[in-house]
């Protein structure tokens, strides 16, 4: 594809990614978790930090893939990083196959290690891509870890997608195989079934980011480049990332779970990790609030979000991450339905 396509595709997925955000009401709002009344630790004795095998996140949260490849990219790039420097948190660049095929691109993902060289930074690819490229990616940005972002329905729905398949799983596990830092099986807003968790687990994945329905909704975006917009039938496709994280505990598997997903607040959050996950991804919810009040504010917000995340779990009697997988909660009679029809099956 012509660079100056994909260029205006990323701005594209930007204005649209900004225009169609509106996570209301979600799966996070049918669940619920149960109060108790007497807590028995303070809130300064509270540590949500969490180690994984190759680094700590200091709180679980982090900025998930979004863009790079335009000049609007570079700029939204450089002020997320910014924000995740000061807040303190990883970031994830968006998907870096443009600077892979345009050195003039590499600059809109090189910004975000030069304004935070100390700070974990994932690189991104699809899995597409073979591990002579994925080798680049890293080392554009001297990555911490590696998403391969899994977009099958997003590919289908584009007008001008890539739909060739079949040798995904046979990509990601030559890259699994052969670089030493953690590679991150990803969805974009579809979520992920137990089969695909355990597809990965099989190959060796050890991270997966389940990104569910909820929030950004990528065949709602694709849908709209279409020139008839003939395919909304799509836009609920998938699992939400509550359902997702639900497949996940069916699994029972021994892999890291990360959720994102139409997180809309630091409750989301919370249930999120309560569910099984190990630190959480925002990315519709942050390029919104940053687009409308600008770097400091949301430098502001997303501290303030942090912090709420402790109140949750001061709430709930959770020292750490680990104690907040012990909550009690109940599910909808809908999620119920759901898990016990997928339990079967
Ligand atoms: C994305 N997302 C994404 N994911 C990925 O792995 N590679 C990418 O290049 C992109 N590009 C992208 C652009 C924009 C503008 C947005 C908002 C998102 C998907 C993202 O990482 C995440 O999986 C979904 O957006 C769901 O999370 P939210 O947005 O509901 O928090």
Known sequence: MDDSLRSKRKNEHIQLALDTYSPVSTDFDKVQLIHQSIPSINKNQIDLSVKFPHFTFKYPIYINAMTGGSERAATINKELAQIAKACNIPMAVGSTHSALKDPNAESSFTVVRDENPEGLIFSNVG?????????????????????????????????????????????????????????????????????????????????????????????????????????????????????????????????????????????????????????????????????????????EHMKQFIEQMHVIANLLNASNVSDLKSVSYVLSPELQTYVEQRAKS
């Open 127 to 299: 899995a597409d891509i073979e591990y002579a490229k994925a080798k680049k990616s890293i080392e554009l940005l001297n990555a911490d870890a590696l998403q391969i972002h899994v977009n099958a329905p997003q590919e289908l729905i584009m007008p001008e997608g890539d739909t060739e398949f079949e040798n995904w799983l046979t990509n990601i596990q030559e890259i699994q195989d052969n670089i030493d830092i953690p590679v991150i099986i990803k969805e974009v807003g579809f979520g992920m079934s137990a089969e695909t968790i355990q597809k990965v687990k099989d190959i060796g994945i050890q991270y997966v980011d389940v990104s569910g329905r909820g929030g950004t909704n990528f065949a709602d975006i694709e849908n709209q480049r279409r020139p008839l917009k003939d395919m909304a039938f799509l836009n609920q496709w998938g699992q939400s990332t509550v359902q997702s994280l639900l497949e996940a505990q069916l699994l029972n598997a021994d892999i890291h779970i990360l959720a994102s997903g139409g997180v809309k607040n630091p409750l989301d959050a919370i249930k999120s990790l309560v569910l099984g996950a190990e630190a959480v991804g925002l990315s519709g919810y942050v390029l919104k609030y940053l687009d409308a009040y600008g770097v400091e504010d949301t430098i």
